[in-house]
């Protein structure tokens, strides 16, 4: 992501509470929002002392940053790091990043989705430094996503009248939009459909809507 493909270096040992609790935010704010966090919401969530919490994070800011690398590092870890470890460069590492994107929505890592799409849309007209973090990282998986888009036309690998850049806006688009299709409406079965619609964007053959999972 700025390097999409590693996470952040291991924390040393006076630091793993913090990464602890922040882990723990990223997971409470995809469904109470990164504005609902607060010291006194992750003390009582974690079953910390407020004071402990406070100690780590000395502002709501503060936390917020810490939550949304936190959330970061998951998505490396859960998404960008097994299809880059797995695939080569084009088309087979796009579709396998996509395919780890639905995975990752189907497990619902978070419960209340991919937080950077909640957090996205919550704080997509807030001016400052965590819409400006969070925008960051939307940016890093769009160009990760664009970049494997050029390499497999570079491949041949893409429908000949494809470009590649609106290819990987497309994909995009298809993942955040069923992952919120998914949470509002709880329901999974839009995964397969998105599989089926990134399959075919990509021209590769597609089983019938009705033989979909």
Sequence with gaps: MSEVNEPARTRAPGNRSRARIAEAAAK????????????GRLAE?????????????GSKEDLQLATITAARDSFIKEVVA?????????????????EGYLSYVQRRI??????????????????????DEVASV???????????????????????DAEPDQIAFELGVILAGTDIVSVLHD??????RARSAIRDRLGMPTPPLHEVR
């Design 110 to 131: 978070f419960p209340g989705g991919c937080f950077f799409v909640a957090a996205g849309a919550e704080m997509g007209a807030r001016p400052g430094r965590v819409r």
């Design 138 to 160: 939307q940016q890093q998986w769009r160009d990760l996503l664009g970049r494997e888009a050029r390499a497999a036309a570079d491949g041949g690998e893409l429908p000949e």
């Design 45 to 57: 969530s974690t079953g910390m002392p407020k004071s402990s919490v406070h100690a780590l994070f």
């Design 82 to 98: 097994p299809a880059l470890s797995a695939t080569e460069p084009g088309k087979q590492r796009l579709l396998a990043l996509c």
């Design 28 to 39: 409470l704010a995809t469904i109470e929002g990164l504005d609902g966090l607060s010291i």
């Design 187 to 192: 329901d999974l079965g839009v995964l397969d």
